[in-house]
């Protein structure tokens, strides 16, 4: 299986930006980037195809970029404007055929493969 290993994460005031990364360790189709907040579910970013086209949640869009490089097979996500209830933990994953893993999050794919997360903090 593909290793993902996420990087970039930190803390900054509302109104700041920060790039999160993720190496894949070879190739992937579909992927996303995911959080969750302390005492929240995982909710869906955005995800983005091996044909460049990207999906975002509504609360994001106009502020957060998904893009990728497939010669590097690394993800990004470029987040701008960023707001308090951006804090969260922030998992890259990479679809997979099936669910057979931990965990599974379907959003226009099955995203079976997590990298380990790297925290977002924003404050006020």
């Known amino acids: 299986q593909v290793q993902l290993v996420e990087s970039g994460g930190g803390s900054v005031q509302a109104g700041g930006s920060l790039r999160l990364s993720c190496a894949a360790s070879g190739y992937t189709r579909s992927m996303g980037w995911f959080r969750q907040g302390l005492g929240k579910e995982r909710e869906g970013v955005a995800t983005?195809?091996?044909?460049?086209?990207?999906t975002y949640v509504d609360s994001v869009k106009g502020r957060f970029t998904i893009s990728r490089d497939n010669a590097k097979n690394t993800l990004y996500l470029q987040m701008n404007s960023l707001k308090p209830e951006d804090t969260a933990m922030y998992y890259c994953?990479?679809?997979?055929?099936?669910?057979?893993?931990?965990?599974?999050?379907?959003?226009?794919?099955?995203?079976?493969?997590w990298g380990q997360g790297t925290q977002v903090t924003v404050s006020s």
């Open positions: 983005i195809k091996t044909d460049g086209s990207t």
């Open positions: 994953a990479a679809e997979t055929p099936t669910c057979s893993g931990a965990y599974c999050f379907i959003w226009g794919a099955v995203f079976g493969n």
